[in-house]
């Protein structure tokens, strides 16, 4: 157990529809990492945050966006979904900012039908 | 843009066999390579390489980076089916991006 929280561990929904992941950091990480991962692409990279300001950004679609709550959780967002989307979702967390060594959650497997 | 391909993408090998997977990467401003290991679900940490320290082991496993050529390889001596996993290669840069993952390689391990 690394002791990051990821909400739901699965979850389907149509085409166009919005969904909300959730993401509890270990305990005194201030970092939350989003990673997304799918069959082909493997483990693309789209957000972090650190104390809760954003400070890079990697491949995230405009359709996507995050945050970093006050108690360090995020959350991500993901709306107008379309059938690509489906992919399963890491968050990680890390003490620093751009560590190398990340733990991750158990993920959110998202199906869009 | 900074680029980490690893090879082969998957492997079957027979327990007791020693297996070696590669790692490639191409990135600006290199700061470190870490290996993962992705069973079901969440990557595990397995070692982390950096100018400083270029060799890791634990138990079964190893691994070697090679700055001049810009690569790493992971070692696995007498393997056994718990082995049975995905590997991912990952590097960090100086620069404002956090790790960037190559596509792994499925290696499964039969008795």
């Known amino acids: 157990d690394s002791g990051v929280t990821q909400t739901p561990k699965h979850l389907i929904t149509a085409t166009g529809q919005r969904v909300t992941l959730r993401c509890s950091p270990r305990?005194?990480?201030?970092?939350v990492y989003w990673y997304q991962q799918s069959l082909d692409q493997g483990l693309q990279f789209l957000i972090q945050?650190?104390?809760?300001?954003?400070?890079a950004k990697g491949n995230i679609l405009e359709r996507f966006s995050a945050q970093q709550f006050p108690d360090l959780h995020s959350e991500l967002n993901l709306s107008s979904l379309e059938l690509g989307d489906s992919a399963l979702y890491f968050c990680?967390?890390?003490?620093?900012?751009?560590?190398?060594?990340?733990?991750f959650g158990e993920g959110s497997r998202l199906t869009v039908l | 843009e900074d680029k980490v391909v690893q090879s082969p993408l998957s492997l079957v090998v027979h327990e007791g066999d020693t297996v070696t997977l590669n790692c490639s990467y191409e990135?600006?401003?290199?700061?470190?390579l870490l290996w993962y290991k992705q069973e079901k679900k969440a990557p595990t940490f397995l070692f982390m390489l950096?100018?400083?320290?270029i060799e890791k082991k634990s138990g079964r496993l190893s691994s070697i980076l090679d700055k001049k050529e810009l690569s790493s390889i992971l070692n696995i001596t007498a393997t056994q089916t718990g082995d049975s996993a995905i590997y991912l290669c990952?590097?960090?840069?100086?620069?404002?991006?956090?790790?960037?993952f190559g596509k792994g390689t499925r290696l499964s391990v039969i008795a």
């Open positions: 990952a590097v960090l840069s100086s620069g404002n991006t956090p790790l960037v």
């Open positions: 305990s005194g990480d201030l970092s």
């Open positions: 950096t100018s400083s320290g």
């Open positions: 990135v600006t401003n290199f700061r470190s």
């Open positions: 945050y650190y104390n809760g300001e954003e400070r």
């Open positions: 990680a967390s890390s003490v620093g900012h751009l560590t190398g060594e990340l733990f």
